[in-house]
């Protein structure tokens, strides 16, 4: 074999440490993440922590026991049917791992939780299309563009372009908040006076198709789903961006803000009914003892829950894992 030359051995050592060096910023940006996210449920972790403890405490696994689990389950805003199935699962468990002792409820739970939620880990892969076109709906101050704000900066990191579209024309603070944001991050707003957001999002995609730009992040108006006009209209900005790009959206994702608890259900249904969404934010999980919620969207129909937001912070959004959440809500 040919002897390496000094400078390809040069090279070789250059390239392994530039690679421990990526794992190890990786490395931290992950914990980074998992300490906020810990920080960011402690309202629903002190509130269901406690609770749990005193069930676990000690003592026998008996009818009682249950009984009380399937309160506190509820009073985390679990919803019915999930707290029904996870009871379910948690006897399952018991039985079939001989269980006697209440402390060994808690892995019980968690398991039985963690198993629950996992179809809704199905991180957003923004490939094949250029534009990729993401439309971001929710009711009125549920998070939307500061979310956009953040996932376009998450995206940045990914190496893609991003664009936005202003298509909150109700809200005039909305349009100026993207347009501030993205003056000071460099990315391009498309912005209409009083224009109709339907208008907006198409000018946005063709401007995105003429400068090359991977991403286009479309911001619409708030609306509750009883506003049906509301929710018409909404249905006519997916239309219209159709007839921008036949392939699109690619991504429809309502950001649901956790501090509404059981009604994030009935906000899920009524959009996906209107829309066909393919993923959900859910943002200010720090700000409630409601982040059980989880539970009772994954036992509704396991729409993907792309990312949770953990605090007003342009890092305080990320992709949803599982076994993380589970981890960060019962110790
Ligand atoms: N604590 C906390 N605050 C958040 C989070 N996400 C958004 N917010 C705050 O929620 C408030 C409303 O956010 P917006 O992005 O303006 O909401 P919106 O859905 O665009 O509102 P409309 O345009 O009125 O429909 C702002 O003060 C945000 O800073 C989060 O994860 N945690």
Known sequence: ?????????????????????????????????QYKLKAGLAKTRDKLGKELAALFGGGQIDEDLYEELETVLLTADMGVDATVHLLKDVRQRVSLAGLKDASELRGALKGALTDLIAPLEKPLVVEGHKPFIIMVAGVNGAGKTTS????????????????????DTFRAAAREQLAAWGERN???????????SAAVCFDAINAARARGIDIVLADTAG???????????????????????????????????????????????????????????????????????????????????RFIGVGEGIDDLRPFEAADYVDALIE
């Open 1 to 33: 074999m040919e002897e390496k030359s000094f400078w390809q051995k040069t090279v070789e050592v250059l390239n392994t440490d530039v690679t421990v060096l990526a794992k190890d910023v990786a490395q931290a940006s992950k914990e980074v993440w």
């Open 148 to 167: 956009i704000g953040k996932l376009a900066k998450y995206f940045q990191g990914q190496g893609k372009s991003v664009l936005l579209a202003a298509g």
């Open 186 to 196: 460099n990315v391009t707003v498309i912005a209409q006076d009083g224009g109709d």
């Open 223 to 305: 609306r509750l789903p009883t506003q049906l006009h509301l929710m018409d209209e909404i249905a006519k900005v997916k239309r219209v961006i159709a007839k921008a790009d036949p392939t699109g959206p690619h991504e429809i994702l309502l950001v649901l803000d956790a501090n509404t608890g059981q009604n994030a259900l009935q906000q899920v249904k009524a959009f996906d009914d209107a829309l066909g969404l393919t993923g959900l934010v859910l943002t200010k999980l720090d700000g409630t003892a409601k982040g059980g919620v989880i539970a009772g969207i994954a036992k509704q129909k396991a729409i993907p829950l």
